[in-house]
């Protein structure tokens, strides 16, 4: 997500290259995509409600795998967020190895979305680790190197080898900063680190596809500035990645006219990397939600029945314009004690999200939730 950090008064502090795709997934830039192949999940809030006892439950009220549960409402692909070293203990390496065998005994596939950061990183917030606080642009792209790479290698070691991974999340104007940041309309230094992590990934496993996300889907011209300036740099990647919350970006029709522009201006595949959407205004915790509105976009208010239809209006419009997945983010974020948004005080801090998971206050999925290809 963009994470609680810019959404930090909003989502979180309240809170391949194209031969190498699946045929499925792939159409003339020129011409609507005809399915969404990549059909995903990002729920890297799961391991740690599981391990605090978490229970979810079917549209029928039977208590089951949550993984099994997303997957019989469509879900083909899960996305789990990766931090360096949080002091929460979750989202870290050594987590995202145990839950990455979960998931592919699930038969699902694996997108790991690397923050480089120990917290949340976000359009408004790019903090390098603490581990790499006083590296300069040299050693950061060591740093992106070795960390991608390692990462990457001890998933395939272990028989879960990544099918994509995020060199960065949400990086509108950068990463690592201020090392890493774009000023002075200056791509320089992130394209060294972006195509760090690019080359890392592709020396691990060249099936490994690399996405570059940004939350630019509500402005063309903010993402053509952003794409364009990494292309000059000669930055690969293999999949365009964008966020969109109706709430934070705008009309769908303007989406629909960023994944087409940057799916012909660029040739790439695109996604949709993020979407969410409140099923109720109630708050089930000590932490004010990140959204409250009874309506938060015009035609869809904030009921289980709403959520579900803006969740598949924003699938069609998607899909409509070509794009070749939509991932919802943190579907099964309901409000559990001590698994709160921030890493450093995780047992404290509280949900803010727990309104736009898909599964309500009692951990049972809303019935009328559909991920469709």
């Not at 229970?55 to 967020?81: F, H, M, Q, S």
């Not at 300069?136 to 290698?153: E, H, K, M, N, P």
């Not at 292309?231 to 964008?242: C, F, H, K, N």
């Amino acid at each position: 997500m963009t994470a609680y950090g810019t959404r930090r008064a909003g989502k979180v502090a309240v809170l391949l290259t194209a031969l190498t795709l699946p045929a499925t997934l792939l159409a003339p830039p020129t011409a609507a995509a005809a399915s969404l192949g990549m059909l995903g999940a990002d729920v890297s809030s799961l391991q740690r409600a599981l391990d605090l006892g978490a229970r979810y439950y079917d549209a029928n009220g039977t208590a089951r795998d949550p993984l099994d549960i997303l997957k019989g409402a469509g879900v083909n692909y899960v996305r789990l967020r990766i931090w360096h070293n949080p002091r929460s203990g979750y989202n870290n390496k050594d987590k995202v190895l145990r839950y990455a065998r979960a998931v592919k005994a699930k038969g699902l596939k694996l997108l790991v979305d690397f923050h480089y950061s120990d917290t949340w990183a976000d359009p408004g917030t790019q903090t390098k680790p603490a581990a790499w606080s006083g590296h300069g642009i040299g050693q950061l792209r060591t740093d992106v190197y070795d960390y991608t790479y390692d990462v990457c290698d001890s998933l395939k070691a272990q028989g879960t080898a990544p099918d994509s991974v995020q060199i960065g999340n949400e990086i509108n104007t950068g990463m690592l900063w201020d090392d890493g940041k774009v000023v002075n309309n200056n791509f320089t230094n992130l394209g060294l680190l972006l195509k760090a992590g690019y080359n890392a990934t592709k020396a691990c496993d060249s099936g490994t596809q690399v996405i570059i996300h940004t939350a630019d889907a509500d402005s063309d011209a903010n993402a053509r500035w952003f794409y364009d300036g990494i292309r000059a740099q000669g930055v690969q990647w293999d999949i365009t990645g964008l966020s969109y919350y109706c709430y934070w970006h705008g009309t769908m029709s303007t989406m629909a006219g960023v994944v087409s522009d940057m799916r012909s201006r660029y040739g790439k595949p695109v996604i949709l990397a993020e979407t969410a959407y409140p099923y109720t205004t109630a708050n089930d915790d000590g932490t004010a939600n990140a959204i409250s509105s009874a309506q938060p976009c015009s035609g869809y208010p904030a009921t289980p029945a709403g959520q579900a239809a803006n969740f598949t209006a924003v699938q069609n419009t998607a899909r409509d314009a070509g794009a070749i997945g939509i991932f919802y983010w943190e579907p099964t974020w309901y409000a559990v004690a001590g698994n709160g948004w921030d890493p450093a005080d995780i047992n404290n801090s509280g949900d803010g999200w727990e309104n736009q998971a898909v599964f309500d206050r009692t951990g049972r999925l809303n019935p009328a939730i559909r991920w469709t290809a």
